[in-house]
Every structure is written in structure tokens, then in C-alpha cells.
């Protein structure tokens, strides 16, 4: 699958290690190109990076993000965007406290398919789930069942099988696993790496 990842900090660039590794043929897109000389992908200019992307990753600031991809509708007209940023201040405190950047994504960006998911886990997990003792869980919401199918199969090629998988519904359920991001910062600072396991 060809990936588009926007966003090359520690998130974007871990993501594209896992996605390569996993046979993936994955771009960064950049304002500056030139400059992303350490990056596990090839860096290219934005609309170039986007051409041809099966799936785009946007992997960019929570804060930011909207408005960064807003100014790219055109170009994300049509594509399915996975988002696994948590919008959060300074502060840590949530940007969007009564929903989430997911939907607000997807009210700015009504031609693209959103997705959200990945953004409950520590980094290190993103791409080695088999680093933790048991089995857990990651979340996916957006209101396409088609791009929801091609973003699973990327978690699966990632270690992610489906039955660890747990689609919550629309993208209005995005709000639960952003705002759970308070709980998940206060449990890191206690130690890490981990991850949560539905049990019933």
C-alpha cells in the first residue's frame, strides 16, 4: 500500500519504520523537502507525497492539525486520512473538551474519509504491540466502513490483528479514546509503556 504520512516527529517517523518494515511504500510529505535528510521514507513536497496515497496519515500537531489540513482540501479530497494525533495545550489540557479533533476534521474536510485511531498508545507500542506481557486493544471510529477496512489492514500488517481491533462506530465515538488521553498521561508518568485490555 502506497502511505502518505504527514507529521515527521517521533509519531510520524515511528510510524513510517513500523510501515516500512511491514513492505509498505511509504512518503513523508513536507513544506521543505529538501531539508528531511534522516527520515525512514523519502520526504516530498505535499501535493507530490499525496499523489497516487492510498492511505494518508496525519500524524501532525493535535493543535495544529485542522487548520494545517485544511489549507490541503483539495488535495484530500477523495483520500482516506488516518488521524492519530491528540489535540491537547501546553497544558496538557484538551483543545477540543466538548468532542474531539477527529470530528472536527471531519466537519473541515467533508470530501475526505477520517478515520481516527492509534492515538491511545504509547509510541513505542505503535509499531510492537508484542512488547507488552498480553494482548491489548486499540480503537477505530470514522463514518466510512470502507476506509475503516483499509486502516485495519494496516494495523494488521503493523501486529494489530483484527480481534484486537475494536471499532467504537461513527466519528462522533472519536471523542472517547482523545479524551481518555488525561487518564493515559497521568498513568505514563507512573511508567511505561502499556496499553488497555478490555476484559469482560
Same mark, same amino acid.
Given at each position: 500500500?502506497?502511505?502518505?504520512?504527514?507529521?515527521?516527529?517521533?509519531?510520524?517517523?515511528?510510524?513510517?519504520?513500523?510501515?516500512?518494515?511491514?513492505?509498505?511504500?511509504?512518503?513523508?510529505?513536507?513544506?521543505?523537502?529538501?531539508?528531511?535528510?534522516?527520515?525512514?521514507?523519502?520526504?516530498?513536497?505535499?501535493?507530490?507525497?499525496?499523489?497516487?496515497?492510498?492511505?494518508?496519515?496525519?500524524?501532525?500537531?493535535?493543535?495544529?492539525?485542522?487548520?494545517?489540513?485544511? $489549507?490541503? %482540501?483539495?488535495? !484530500?479530497?477523495?483520500?482516506? +486520512?488516518?488521524?492519530?494525533?491528540?489535540? =491537547?495545550?501546553? #497544558?496538557? &489540557? *484538551?483543545?477540543?473538551?466538548?468532542?474531539?479533533?477527529?470530528?472536527?476534521?471531519?466537519?473541515?474536510?467533508?470530501?475526505?474519509?477520517?478515520?481516527?485511531?492509534?492515538?491511545?498508545?504509547?509510541?513505542?507500542?505503535?509499531?510492537?504491540?508484542?512488547?507488552?506481557?498480553?494482548?491489548?486493544?486499540?480503537?477505530?471510529?470514522?463514518?466510512? $466502513?470502507? %476506509?475503516?477496512? !483499509?486502516?485495519?489492514?494496516? +494495523?494488521?500488517?503493523?501486529?494489530?490483528? =483484527?480481534?484486537? #481491533?475494536? &471499532? *467504537?462506530?461513527?466519528?462522533?465515538?472519536?471523542?472517547?479514546?482523545?479524551?481518555?488521553?488525561?487518564?493515559?498521561?497521568?498513568?505514563?508518568?507512573?511508567?511505561?509503556?502499556?496499553?488497555?485490555?478490555?476484559?469482560?
Amino acid at each position: 500500500m502506497r502511505i502518505a504520512i504527514l507529521g515527521t516527529g517521533v509519531a510520524g517517523t515511528t510510524l513510517a519504520t513500523g510501515l516500512v518494515a511491514a513492505g509498505h511504500d511509504v512518503v513523508f510529505g513536507s513544506r521543505t523537502p529538501d531539508a528531511k535528510t534522516d527520515l525512514p521514507a523519502s520526504a516530498l513536497a505535499v501535493p507530490e507525497a499525496l499523489t497516487g496515497a492510498e492511505l494518508v496519515v496525519s500524524a501532525l500537531p493535535g493543535a495544529v492539525a485542522v487548520e494545517a489540513l485544511t $489549507a490541503l %482540501a483539495g488535495e !484530500l479530497a477523495g483520500h482516506v +486520512l488516518l488521524d492519530i494525533s491528540n489535540a =491537547v495545550t501546553p #497544558q496538557f &489540557d *484538551l483543545v477540543y473538551p466538548n468532542a474531539s479533533l477527529g470530528e472536527a476534521i471531519q466537519s473541515a474536510l467533508p470530501q475526505t474519509r477520517v478515520v481516527k485511531s492509534l492515538n491511545t498508545l504509547a509510541i513505542s507500542t505503535l509499531i510492537a504491540p508484542d512488547t507488552l506481557a498480553e494482548p491489548t486493544q486499540l480503537f477505530l471510529s470514522g463514518d466510512d $466502513a470502507e %476506509a475503516k477496512s !483499509l486502516v485495519s489492514g494496516a +494495523l494488521v500488517s503493523l501486529g494489530w490483528p =483484527v480481534e484486537q #481491533q475494536l &471499532d *467504537l462506530g461513527g466519528i462522533e465515538t472519536a471523542r472517547g479514546p482523545e479524551h481518555y488521553f488525561l487518564l493515559f498521561f497521568g498513568i505514563m508518568r507512573l511508567g511505561g509503556p502499556f496499553n488497555i485490555a478490555i476484559v469482560r
